[in-house]
C-alpha cells in the first residue's frame, strides 16, 4: 500500500516561490500518477495539476498554468509541486494524492491514498 | 469544466438517522463505452485529510463500513449513511474523474443533532 509523507509547513512572502515535496513509500512509484490538490481555510478541494511518473508530463489546471510546476524524481519516489507568484489568496493546505495509473495521459481515476497535506500561509 | 454541486450546505441529523447528500454534475460523467460513472465521494475529518468512501459512483472502497452507499448516474448522484453515528461527523465531497480538470463538489458538513 502506498503511503505519502509530504514537507513541512512554509510561511512565504507574497511574491515568492514555495516547493513542496511528497515521498512515497510502498507500491510501484510509476504505477501510479500523483496529483495535487489544495484547500483554502474552511473551504473546498481544488486540483492543481498532476504528473504520471512513468513518463513525466505534467497536466496543469488551467487557473494554475504558468505558475505552478508538478515534476517527479522516480530515482527518490518523490513529486514536487512549486507555485510562484505567491498572493495571500494562495494561503491553504495543498496535499498530495495517488490515483492508479489508467493508461496514457489518463488522471481519470479516483484518488487514494492522501498526503498529510503541508500548510502554506502567504503574509506579509 | 465540470462544475459539480453539492447540495445541502450542511445537515444536521440524530443517531441513527438516514443523511442523504446530494451531487449534481454540470455533465454527464457517464462514460458510454464501459457504462461506468466517474464519480467518487470522500469524507473529511477536522485537520485529515480526505478519505476515499466510493468510486465509481456506487463501489465502497473496502473497509468502509456498509452503512455508506452511493447511487445515481449521468448528472444526479446520492451519497447515503443509512443510520448515522457519532463518527459519521464530517465534511463529504463528491468529485468527477471523467475529465481533467478534476473537479470537487463544494462539501457538505454532516454534524449530529
Known amino acids: 500500500q502506498v503511503q505519502l509523507v509530504q514537507s513541512g509547513a512554509e510561511v512565504k512572502k507574497p511574491g515568492s516561490s514555495v516547493k513542496v515535496s511528497c515521498k512515497a513509500s510502498?507500491?510501484?512509484?510509476?504505477?501510479?500518477?500523483i496529483s495535487w490538490v489544495r484547500q483554502a481555510p474552511g473551504q473546498g478541494l481544488e486540483w492543481m495539476g498532476g504528473?504520471?511518473?512513468?513518463?513525466?508530463?505534467?497536466n496543469y489546471a488551467q487557473k494554475f498554468h504558468g505558475r505552478v510546476t508538478i515534476t517527479a524524481d522516480r530515482s527518490t519516489r518523490t513529486a514536487y509541486m512549486e507555485l510562484s507568484s505567491l498572493r495571500s489568496e494562495d494561503t491553504a493546505v495543498y496535499y498530495c494524492a495517488t490515483s492508479v495509473y489508467c493508461g496514457g495521459d489518463c488522471f481519470s481515476r479516483w484518488f487514494d491514498p492522501w498526503g498529510q497535506g503541508t500548510l502554506v500561509t502567504v503574509s506579509s | 469544466d465540470f462544475v459539480m454541486t453539492q447540495s445541502p450546505d450542511s445537515l444536521t441529523l440524530s443517531l441513527g438517522e438516514r443523511a442523504t447528500i446530494n451531487c449534481k454534475s454540470s455533465q454527464s460523467v457517464l462514460y458510454n463505452s464501459n457504462n461506468k460513472n466517474y464519480l467518487a465521494w470522500y469524507q473529511q475529518k477536522p485537520g485529515q485529510p480526505p478519505k476515499l468512501l466510493i468510486y465509481?459512483?456506487?463501489t465502497r472502497e473496502p473497509g468502509v463500513p456498509d452503512r455508506f452507499s452511493g447511487s445515481g448516474s449521468g448528472t444526479d448522484f446520492t451519497l447515503t449513511i443509512s443510520s448515522l453515528q457519532a463518527e459519521d461527523v464530517a465534511v463529504y465531497f463528491c468529485?468527477?474523474?471523467?475529465?481533467?480538470?478534476?473537479?470537487f463538489g463544494g462539501g457538505t458538513k454532516v454534524e449530529i443533532k
Open positions: 510502498g507500491g510501484t512509484f510509476t504505477s501510479f500518477a
Open positions: 468529485q468527477q474523474y471523467f475529465n481533467t480538470p478534476l473537479t
Open positions: 504528473i504520471i511518473p512513468m513518463f513525466g508530463t505534467p
Open positions: 465509481w459512483a456506487s
